[in-house]
């Protein structure tokens, strides 16, 4: 596909004027399906449901806690609300949140652990709201963190502000992947290749893919109405890493930190709005 020239072609569409000639040629090209504003009003309650489950785990985390009893929280409230949680049985993940502790980088199964002074662990959950999805996660401190950890999640949470950033029509896919590299690694981190952030709101995961590395300038350019997730997973060590036999928890081969945050991202007119919108 030549981006450049695509470009071109989009620039002479006026977003507002003639939107839907750009949402039949994304979904022609991509398979990318623009959200209207009547799908925005659902995705934004999914959002703000998204960010009071993870507000309420937040309240709870302390040493001793176990990842179960985090996921009892995120299951009970979510049905309270009169939502369900998109990770139970979706391709046979047994749980509904996704509880990633220290070295795990993403699809820690919530068990029976007790998490320990120290610790850090990604809380990554995902509501349908009357059929709409909306998907974030937070690193949260379990007591007192240590330096390293200190370090790995603040360079993480900056990583995903950078990234969210870039997201603006006119821009690519790449600016936002150009973005989180280039931090990550001038801080001695590292950026994870194998899981990337992904379109959401009518399904768990759409097109298109977000990788957090690339090249500024390249991959498919955005436009307004499209809606995915920026979810940086940054490790202190390489970016290496295995999956255990469990077939979804993702380590680094170095046993080094992982940290991720994750944020649902609309593109609009002039920018971006954040769907998910936590501090």
Not at 10 to 20: E, G, Q, T, V, W
Not at 111 to 119: N, Q, T
Not at 189 to 210: L, M, T, W
Request: glycine share 8%.
């Amino acid at each position: 596909m030549n981006y450049k020239k695509l470009k071109r072609k989009l620039r002479k569409i006026a977003p507002s004027r003639d939107f839907k000639k750009i949402k039949d040629k994304y979904a022609k090209l991509y398979k990318i399906r623009l959200k209207e504003k009547e799908d925005i009003i659902p995705i934004k309650k999914a959002g703000r449901l998204t960010v009071d489950i993870l507000n309420l785990v937040e309240e709870h985390i302390k040493p001793g806690i176990t990842t179960d009893e985090i996921n009892t929280l995120v299951e009970e409230f979510t049905r309270k609300n009169n939502a369900l949680s998109a990770p139970l049985n979706y391709r046979g993940f047994p749980k509904s949140v996704c509880t990633s502790v220290n070295s795990v980088v993403c699809h820690g199964i919530p068990d029976d652990r007790a998490l320990k002074d120290g610790d850090i662990v990604n809380v990554d959950v995902t509501p349908i709201v009357h059929g709409y999805f909306a998907d974030a996660s937070k690193t949260l401190f379990v007591g007192t963190p240590g330096k390293e950890a200190q370090k790995i999640v603040a360079v993480a949470k900056q990583c995903l502000r950078l990234g969210v950033l870039e997201v603006k029509p006119g821009n690519t896919i790449g600016d936002i992947g150009h973005a989180i590299q280039r931090y990550a690694e001038g801080q001695g981190c590292s950026v994870v290749r194998e899981y990337v952030g992904h379109g959401v709101g009518f399904e768990f995961h759409e097109p298109p893919q977000v990788p957090h590395f690339g090249q500024k300038g390249q991959g498919i350019p955005l436009v307004p109405g499209m809606v995915f997730t920026v979810e940086p997973m940054i490790n202190l060590g390489k970016h290496n890493l295995h999956v255990l036999s469990d077939n979804w928890t993702a380590l680094t081969d170095d046993g080094s930190l992982s940290a991720q945050f994750e944020q649902t991202v609309l593109v609009t007119d002039n920018g971006f709005e954040i769907l998910t919108p936590f501090d």
